[in-house]
């Protein structure tokens, strides 16, 4: 099975802080994926990296950064964490192509900004 | 772009009842579809998804799904619902070329006893 690990189930983090988020993936996918969810808004891509070292902005990158060295991990930075980016964060990840694009979650991460 | 829309935020059904959460896209060219679950707390899981061939498509946890074109739907069925489905279900198209999905904002599903 495919395994989608978050380091952290539930972060607290004050404004102004820099916040990594990590995700490992264990089945050698080229795309990763960050989301954020957000109580009726569903879910809204922050941005996405199809090969190590590349990336993509989503749909709302502003105020976030992301990482990839290595092709099992993708991390998601807020340089300044800010009250309004208390959400749950959700990495998926996905075999790169057409017809493979089936996208496997992370339990998500939980976090607070104070 | 595309994009997609779950008209009910909230549905409650029967346990042993049937169930249809609505799913309208849009997109211009052939879509690939697919239905997503989440249990509280928990990531999402896959429930079943459409790329081409026969429009009624049968997922995990007896759930099924129909393609429309005409319609440009993809609602997910289940004929009896049990309580363990209670959980926050989400549509996604993802388009041709890309390996990027767009979600629906999601229908909450209440199971009563």
């Known amino acids: 099975d495919v395994k989608v690990t978050q380091s952290s189930r539930y972060l607290v983090k004050r404004t102004g802080e820099k916040v990594f988020l990590e995700c490992v993936q264990d089945?050698?996918?080229?795309?990763m994926f960050w989301y954020r969810q957000d109580p009726g808004l569903g879910l809204r891509l922050i941005y996405f990296s199809y090969d190590v070292k590349m990336k993509e902005k989503g749909d709302i990158p502003e105020g976030y950064s992301v990482s990839r060295e290595k092709k099992e991990r993708f991390s998601l930075i807020l340089e300044s964490a800010s009250t309004n980016q208390t959400s749950m964060y959700l990495c998926?990840?996905?075999?790169?192509?057409?017809?493979?694009?089936?996208?496997?979650f992370g339990a998500g991460t939980r976090l607070s900004v104070l | 772009a595309q994009s997609v829309t779950q008209p009910d935020i909230h549905i409650t059904v029967s346990e042993g009842a049937s169930l249809e959460l609505r799913c309208n896209y849009s997109y211009g060219a052939t879509p690939y579809l697919f239905w997503y679950v989440q249990s509280p707390g928990q990531g999402l899981q896959l429930l079943l998804k459409?790329?081409?061939?026969?429009?009624l498509v049968q997922g995990i946890k007896g759930f099924e799904a129909e393609f429309k074109r005409s319609q440009s739907s993809f609602n997910l069925r289940k004929p009896s619902v049990h309580w363990s489905d209670a959980a926050e279900y989400f549509c996604a198209v993802a388009s041709s070329g890309y390996s990027t999905l767009t979600f629906g904002k999601g229908t909450m599903l209440l199971v009563s006893p």
């Open positions: 459409y790329f081409s061939g026969d429009t």
């Open positions: 998926a990840s996905s075999l790169q192509g057409l017809a493979k694009n089936i996208q496997y």
């Open positions: 089945m050698d996918h080229e795309n």
